[in-house]
């Protein structure tokens, strides 16, 4: 169904994520973080949006556009028979009024509490206020009621999507032990093979800081496996220090190629700097170490460099 707007985009792991990364760019820091923390989750999240955007707004008659106008339809149908019931009941109870009127209802709807007293005169139920009232607040019951269907229907289909297509877009979704970025692999990584990333981030994406400044680490992994004296611990490690270089006493099925990478990719160095303090406080450090020159690398840029990804 993708295959006319999302076609090239949805026949790689890297295009789409090249995509999410994107309209990221958008978003605030909540977001980036749903991404850091679980980035399977949440590109199947915005597979969900662009299903919609896709069904919705490029080509109107696809499926959700059209059960869209029939549930139209079918609100309309009920508030004409709401409508009719509500002139044909005539009871001088309101109790005994409200159950004739529900028995011309041929479906199940939430009836509004709008009386306090048991009964009312014959003319105060015949009342066009009290009618038109009674009338809106059933309107309201249905759209909820409609609009909920409608939700389910549009999380169906996105869940459909994303089964069609997850193991096209995911591959392998083990994350490098420092920066969490996802393994660039396009299928699992059977027995043997190594999990690799083209272009490693900054580790405190991966919520690292260094122990002495408590500052954030935005040295990417490529460097720091380089180094000969540099260390890191985590649970993995008991929170005994292991030196960079030989993280594969812990991480065998991880290659990082020991690169001198002064700087992270552009798009990394933006989100860096532009939520350095939501990054420190989510790391539990300081933003200090995040260098003032990365102030400008603008949106723009950041988003041209996702090409390379």
Not at 9 to 36: D, G, I, W
Not at 190 to 211: A, D, F, I, K, N
Not at 273 to 278: K, L
């Amino acid at each position: 169904m993708l295959h006319r707007h999302y076609g090239k985009t949805f026949n790689s792991k890297s295009k789409y994520k090249a995509l999410v990364l994107k309209r990221l760019l958008y978003e605030n820091f909540a977001q980036y973080k749903s991404y850091l923390e679980d980035p399977v989750e949440c590109l199947e999240h915005w597979m969900s949006k662009f299903v919609a955007e896709h069904c919705e707004d490029s080509y109107p008659g696809t499926t959700l556009t059209q059960i869209e106008k029939l549930l139209q339809k079918e609100f309309e149908k009920c508030v004409t028979v709401v409508k009719s019931a509500i002139e044909n009941t005539c009871c001088p109870k309101y109790s005994d009024w409200i159950g004739k009127f529900a028995e011309k209802i041929p479906f199940n709807i939430t009836l509004p509490h709008l009386l306090t007293e048991e009964s009312y005169s014959v003319a105060r139920l015949d009342d066009t206020t009290f009618k038109k009232d009674f009338l809106r607040n059933i309107e309201v019951s249905l759209e909820i009621k409609l609009k909920e269907i409608y939700e389910e229907t549009k999380l169906q289909i996105s869940e459909d999507m994303w089964d069609r297509f997850k193991d096209i877009l995911l591959g392998c979704t083990a994350c490098c032990p420092f920066c969490e970025e996802m393994c660039s692999s396009g299928e699992p990584c059977g027995e043997g093979v190594y999990h690799t990333v083209s272009l490693h981030r900054p580790q405190c994406l991966g919520r690292y800081t260094w122990v002495d400044s408590k500052d954030i680490v935005v040295e990417v992994c490529s460097t720091l496996v380089k180094s000969e004296r540099t260390k890191f611990r985590n649970s993995h490690t008991n929170e005994e220090f292991v030196y960079c270089k030989d993280y594969k006493s812990c991480y065998a099925d991880w290659h990082i190629e020991p690169l001198d990478i002064k700087n992270p990719p552009k798009y990394w160095k933006y989100v860096t700097y532009t939520f350095r303090e939501d990054i420190a406080k989510w790391c539990g450090g300081s933003s200090n170490s995040v260098p003032e020159e990365w102030k400008k690398v603008s949106e723009e840029k950041a988003r041209e460099s996702i090409r390379v990804f």
